[in-house]
């Protein structure tokens, strides 16, 4: 953080010149980005914002409105202060016209009242304001260390929450595009506060651009994704009290986009990896239904993915789209992110119900479901199990994981246990 005016008021180089505050006192903690001598009248077009002025005021108007002018220009652009030393120009005191332009625009405008090198003073100030961006270098180095860290652990999402929390000291929410809260850390707050309303008062956070600071609500925001995917959004409440209306450092806008790509690069890992596994399965799967491999390699390779498929009764289920669902055209990009997407619900659901399987799309609108019956294998070579319990669970895009359709899943079991018994000689429903 940048030194304020009142901290520089209080450096001992200033202290030395007897300053005396004038106007503005309403605006003592503005930041002070750098100090600036200067002694002629248009200096504002030279300036940036954020300047403390220092000038004897030799070089200033003598009229009131050329004063009052000088004033208000030194506010439009910005600076933090004006400081101007007794002597040279002014004796006494300085003029009214100017105390009650800088009072009215709320500029912080001090004398001082001995003569001081104005080198000391610059020199304090900017080591104030070295150091204090020595410090921000530092705590963006410990955030980007902290959060590399994190993605090479594979860290989940509340963990990555929980880091950026205890870095900001302040609460940070993680939630998707229907503003639902997948993760959160109140930072010692309470979480009934933090999330009563929630989606409610997310809705009103709509800042521009992909990272931006919500004046009004007080939240700086940052949207989370990757390759043109986004999935939701990292906010941080930023507790402004005494800076006033001024918006987060830069350190916590580093943090927040910094713990959004961790978050998007976790996700594409464990897509990434779930992917291969997918694959795998899609293998196994056809293998299985057109026989192009013996069924002993199947069952073989399907113990290596921890998947015991001998002497057991298996489930088939296939999960496709509606014809009635509008959804991207097949072989695109969107649609294949569909799919996945798909996959990934009925996987879900599988690990939900603890039933163990494969798992794989099977074309551009299906994904089919192979798993064990948990239940025992009696003489008779069928599930004791009825069809509804064993196929207990599925999902549809516009669906949440729940029960399939009981008919669905015995068409789909018929099936395969027929290409099965026709090939091996197995009994329906059995592998091994």
Same mark, same amino acid.
Request: hydrophobic content about 40%; aromatic content about 4%.
């Given at each position: 953080?940048?030194?304020?005016?009142?901290?520089?008021?209080?450096?001992?180089?200033?202290?030395?010149?007897?300053?005396?505050?004038?106007?503005?006192?309403?605006?003592?903690?503005?930041?002070?980005?750098?100090?600036?001598?200067?002694?002629?009248?248009?200096?504002?077009?030279?300036?940036?914002?954020?300047?403390?002025?220092?000038?004897?005021?030799?070089?200033?108007?003598?009229?009131?409105?050329?004063?009052?002018?000088?004033?208000?220009?030194?506010?439009?652009?910005?600076?933090?202060?004006?400081?101007?030393?007794?002597?040279?120009?002014?004796?006494?005191?300085?003029?009214?016209?100017?105390?009650?332009?800088?009072?009215?625009?709320?500029?912080?405008?001090?004398?001082?009242?001995?003569?001081?090198?104005?080198?000391?003073?610059?020199?304090?100030?900017?080591?104030?304001?070295?150091?204090?961006?020595?410090?921000?270098?530092?705590?963006?180095?410990?955030?980007?260390?902290?959060?590399?860290?994190?993605?090479?652990?594979?860290?989940?999402?509340?963990?990555?929450?929980?880091?950026?929390?205890?870095?900001?000291?302040?609460?940070?929410?993680?939630?998707?595009?229907?503003?639902?809260?997948?993760?959160?850390?109140?930072?010692?707050?309470?979480?009934?506060?933090?999330?009563?309303?929630?989606?409610?008062?997310?809705?009103?956070?709509?800042? @521009? &651009?992909?990272? $931006?600071?919500? =004046?009004?609500?007080?939240? %700086?925001?940052?949207? #989370? +994704?990757?390759?043109?995917? !986004?999935?939701?959004?990292?906010?941080?409440?930023?507790?402004?009290?005494?800076?006033?209306?001024?918006?987060?450092?830069?350190?916590?806008?580093?943090?927040?986009?910094?713990?959004?790509?961790?978050?998007?690069?976790?996700?594409?890992?464990?897509?990434?990896?779930?992917?291969?596994?997918?694959?795998?399965?899609?293998?196994?799967?056809?293998?299985?239904?057109?026989?192009?491999?013996?069924?002993?390699?199947?069952?073989?390779?399907?113990?290596?993915?921890?998947?015991?498929?001998?002497?057991?009764?298996?489930?088939?289920?296939?999960?496709?789209?509606?014809?009635?669902?509008?959804?991207?055209? @097949? &072989?695109?990009? $969107?649609?294949? =992110?569909?799919?996945?997407? %798909?996959?990934?619900? #009925? +996987?879900?659901?599988?690990? !939900?119900?603890?039933?163990?399987?494969?798992?794989?799309?099977?074309?551009?609108?299906?994904?089919?479901?192979?798993?064990?019956?948990?239940?025992?294998?009696?003489?008779?070579?069928?599930?004791?199990?009825?069809?509804?319990?064993?196929?207990?669970?599925?999902?549809?895009?516009?669906?949440?994981?729940?029960?399939?359709?009981?008919?669905?899943?015995?068409?789909?079991?018929?099936?395969?246990?027929?290409?099965?018994?026709?090939?091996?000689?197995?009994?329906?429903?059995?592998?091994?």
């Amino acid at each position: 953080m940048f030194p304020t005016v009142r901290h520089v008021l209080a450096l001992a180089p200033v202290r030395h010149g007897v300053p005396r505050m004038l106007a503005g006192a309403a605006s003592l903690d503005r930041a002070v980005r750098w100090v600036h001598v200067a002694e002629v009248p248009d200096i504002a077009t030279l300036l940036g914002g954020g300047e403390l002025v220092l000038m004897t005021g030799i070089g200033l108007p003598t009229d009131d409105a050329g004063l009052r002018a000088f004033v208000a220009d030194l506010a439009d652009v910005g600076v933090s202060g004006l400081v101007v030393e007794l002597g040279r120009r002014f004796t006494g005191t300085l003029p009214k016209v100017m105390v009650a332009a800088a009072e009215r625009r709320g500029l912080p405008l001090v004398e001082l009242r001995r003569a001081t090198p104005f080198v000391r003073i610059t020199e304090a100030v900017h080591a104030l304001i070295v150091d204090a961006q020595l410090t921000e270098l530092r705590a963006t180095e410990e955030i980007h260390q902290r959060f590399t860290e994190l993605s090479v652990e594979g860290a989940e999402p509340g963990d990555v929450v929980h880091q950026a929390a205890a870095l900001a000291g302040c609460p940070v929410v993680l939630e998707n595009l229907s503003r639902q809260v997948l993760a959160y850390d109140t930072a010692g707050e309470s979480a009934e506060l933090l999330l009563d309303g929630w989606e409610q008062h997310s809705r009103r956070i709509q800042p @521009a &651009g992909r990272t $931006a600071y919500d =004046a009004d609500s007080g939240w %700086l925001v940052t949207t #989370v +994704g990757a390759r043109g995917q !986004d999935w939701g959004r990292l906010l941080l409440r930023w507790s402004n009290e005494l800076s006033g209306s001024d918006p987060p450092p830069t350190r916590l806008t580093i943090l927040v986009e910094r713990a959004a790509s961790t978050l998007a690069l976790g996700r594409l890992i464990r897509r990434d990896a779930e992917g291969l596994e997918r694959q795998i399965h899609r293998t196994l799967l056809t293998a299985l239904l057109d026989h192009s491999r013996p069924v002993d390699e199947v069952a073989l390779r399907a113990r290596a993915l921890g998947v015991a498929l001998e002497r057991h009764h298996l489930v088939g289920v296939v999960v496709r789209f509606r014809a009635d669902d509008g959804g991207a055209e @097949a &072989g695109t990009e $969107a649609a294949q =992110a569909r799919l996945r997407d %798909l996959a990934e619900a #009925v +996987g879900q659901a599988l690990r !939900d119900a603890r039933l163990t399987g494969l798992t794989s799309a099977l074309d551009d609108q299906a994904v089919g479901r192979c798993w064990r019956c948990a239940a025992s294998t009696t003489r008779s070579g069928h599930c004791p199990r009825s069809p509804r319990r064993c196929a207990g669970y599925g999902s549809t895009p516009d669906r949440p994981a729940g029960p399939v359709p009981a008919g669905r899943a015995t068409r789909a079991d018929r099936a395969v246990r027929a290409r099965r018994h026709r090939g091996t000689g197995a009994p329906p429903g059995r592998v091994g």
